[in-house]
């Protein structure tokens, strides 16, 4: 069973930068397809990034292409997301999620493992 913990969120200016960070559990850690999604209020939750658990693909949604970079380092069993030139839209509650070997999926009902969530506030 995978348990995931996401960090790193905050209260930033807008254009500025934050590294969110999920660490996993560690049992076959790196066999496990991982996602980044987010939530704003009163919407539904969207694929924000993923990377395979081959790391042969990374996918990004597009209002995020060219300001997020989703990484991961399988020997600290932890995945990141850095947020960079953010933007007052990017305002939601952040969650990581997992999928056992399998291609990067886009749909939440298709993970199997999520964590509690971390709030991103940018200020315009």
């Known amino acids: 069973q995978v348990q995931l913990v996401e960090s790193g969120g905050g209260l930033v200016q807008a254009g500025g930068s934050l590294r969110l960070s999920c660490a996993a559990s560690?049992?076959?850690?790196?066999?496990?397809?991982m996602g980044w999604f987010r939530q704003a209020p009163g919407k539904e939750r969207e694929f924000v990034a993923g990377?395979?658990?081959?790391?042969?693909?990374?996918r990004y949604v597009d209002s995020t292409k060219g300001r997020f970079t989703i990484s991961r380092d399988n020997a600290k069993n932890t995945v990141y997301l850095q947020m960079n030139s953010l933007k007052p839209e990017d305002t939601a509650v952040y969650y990581c999620?997992?999928?056992?070997?399998?291609?990067?999926?886009?749909?939440?009902?298709?993970?199997?493992?999520w964590g509690q969530g971390t709030q991103v506030t940018v200020s315009s």
């Open positions: 990377i395979s658990w081959s790391f042969s693909e990374t």
């Open positions: 560690g049992w076959m850690f790196s066999r496990y397809t």
């Open positions: 999620a997992a999928v056992f070997s399998k291609p990067v999926q886009l749909t939440p009902r298709l993970y199997d493992y």
